[in-house]
């Protein structure tokens, strides 16, 4: 009775192990193998996500940028290709901040301003950084806290600034757009249902 209890116990364990492979080799083929369907990727899977977006023609634009992992990218390449896109736009603000800084020509308090705002420029970009980390490590909800982090870093350096109309204000409108498809991918990352 033992030995056949062995053979019908290692008799599962194949089944079980033979059906995982199958599921694999589904998932390889773009196959979802819980629903049966075909899993979005690159521009199918852009247009979908991007939809979602309140800057649908920027999520498009941004999420196409990278020529070599958008056309077959899945949801967590297209969270780090718009987290690299954030980063780039939160360096260009912060090169600004830094040339700002330098015009003598602005009152003293300005020039407080502007340096206030390149601190919490710098911890934006620490926290994107974060944030992909994060989502390199399946970890989408330490993704979301760190990118709204980093939108909370942006509004304080808006606030560190008088006016709306000034180039920094321009670039963070943007930065928080580019934020806000970050969150929208990574909300379909956590729910795919959503698509």
């Not at 209890?5 to 008799?11: D, G, P, Q």
């Not at 690159?42 to 920027?58: M, T």
């Not at 974060?130 to 870093?153: K, V």
């Not at 934020?179 to 990574?186: A, H, P, Q, S």
Request: proline share 3%.
């Amino acid at each position: 009775m033992e030995r056949s209890t062995k053979l019908f116990w290692v008799l599962v364990l194949c089944v079980a192990v033979m059906a995982h492979q199958a599921a694999a080799l589904e998932i390889l083929k773009g196959i979802n193998p819980l629903i049966g369907v075909e899993t979005l990727t690159g521009k199918s899977l852009i247009n979908k996500v991007c939809i979602l977006s309140p800057s649908r023609d920027l999520c498009v634009e941004v999420l196409s940028s990278d020529k070599l992992r958008s056309p077959t990218a899945n949801l967590k390449d297209l969270a780090i290709i718009s987290l690299r896109f954030a980063a780039t736009n939160a360096s260009g603000i912060l090169a600004d901040a830094k040339t700002l800084i330098d015009d003598d020509s602005l009152e003293p308090d300005v020039q407080q301003g502007l340096a206030d705002c390149k601190e919490n420029i710098l911890d934006a970009e620490s926290q994107l950084e974060d944030t992909i980390a994060a989502l390199m490590i399946d970890s989408e909800a330490d993704a979301q806290r760190w990118l709204r982090a980093a939108l909370a870093a942006i509004d304080t350096c808006d606030a560190s600034i008088p006016g709306d109309d000034d180039v920094l204000s321009v670039k963070s409108a943007i930065f928080r757009k580019l934020c806000n498809i970050v969150i929208v991918v990574n909300k379909v990352l956590v729910n795919p249902t959503l698509l």
